[in-house]
């Protein structure tokens, strides 16, 4: 057996994660002779029996090694760079309902059946089990805002998400999910609005720039984050002149309407519907 010396396998571990099970180096031709003389110099660190790191893996997974677990839901959605309606103060992590797994402190665990099985070297669940997860574990807006980045982002797409057999909060969000939606904040217009019974375009291109929506044919509503100062700001004050000489209608709301103030946003889009503004004249 052709045996890796301790600073290739230093490189093989971390080109793996960071964080391995024992028995899948010996699978790949690695001597417990080598693992154990990079554990002896320092090279690499036992986890616990079974699965040695990197002396700078990712914290995240030597706890999930650690504790037999993998990481998923909220804690998953947030490392992918998914939207989140906001951080979680505990990891959300899964473990085999049938399994000995599970033995962490202060996280959330999951322990319903995934539903694309795990393998025993994983620590981060694939997107599939993430979805599945924080359908049940969020609020139907913020679950569907977690699903439209998901999809935003490549990482699936609805025709592969089809074909899953989805528990029925799941269903109800793959129904509605669409991959136009990137920050979020847009996909809750969609339940919000439904009731109009008017056509509504997220994130659409207009005069040069895109608009976070834009209901019926002139009525748009701009989202403002964070990133909205300065020269955004300009930039926006700008748009929003050319879009009136076109003859659009803009509602221009905050991050804190949005999310704390919805009635007052409903009464001026509501308002707004009663003139007419949302109609080409």
């Not at 290739?8 to 031709?29: I, P, S």
């Not at 554990?39 to 699965?51: N, P, S």
């Not at 000995?100 to 599939?128: C, F, M, N, Q, Y």
């Not at 969609?190 to 002139?218: C, F, K, M, N, Y």
Request: proline share 5%; glycine share 6%.
């Amino acid at each position: 057996m052709l045996l890796r010396t301790a600073p290739d396998l230093v490189q093989l571990v971390t080109e793996q994660g960071g964080v391995v099970r024992v028995e899948r180096l010996r699978l790949q031709g690695i001597g417990r002779r080598a693992i154990d003389g990079a554990l002896r110099d320092g090279r690499l660190v036992r986890v616990k029996r079974g699965w040695v790191a990197t002396r700078d893996a990712d914290p995240v997974l030597v706890a999930a090694a650690r504790a037999g677990v993998v990481v998923t839901c909220l804690s998953q959605a947030a490392r992918l760079k998914l939207w989140v309606h906001e951080e979680p103060e505990v990891f959300h992590v899964a473990t085999d309902p049938n399994g000995a797994g599970g033995k962490t402190e202060r996280a959330h665990i999951h322990w319903s059946k995934p539903l694309v099985p795990r393998h025993p070297d994983a620590l981060e669940d694939p997107i599939e089990n993430v979805l599945a997860v924080v359908a049940e574990c969020e609020p139907y807006e913020r679950a569907l805002a977690t699903w439209d980045s998901a999809l935003n982002k490549g990482l699936v797409t609805l025709a592969a998400l089809a074909g899953y057999p989805w528990r029925p909060q799941a269903r109800r969000l793959l129904a509605a999910a669409t991959p136009f939606a990137d920050a979020g904040l847009e996909t809750y217009l969609r339940p919000r609005l439904h009731w109009l019974r008017l056509s509504i375009v997220i994130q659409t291109w207009i005069a040069g720039h895109r608009v976070d929506a834009l209901i019926g044919e002139r009525l748009v509503l701009q989202i403002d984050g964070a990133h909205h100062v300065g020269p955004q700001r300009s930039e926006d004050i700008r748009h929003d002149a050319e879009l009136r000489l076109m003859g659009y209608h803009v509602i221009r709301i905050s991050y804190q309407q949005m999310m704390f103030e919805w009635a007052s946003v409903q009464d001026l889009i509501m308002r707004s519907v009663a003139q007419e503004l949302h109609l080409a004249k």
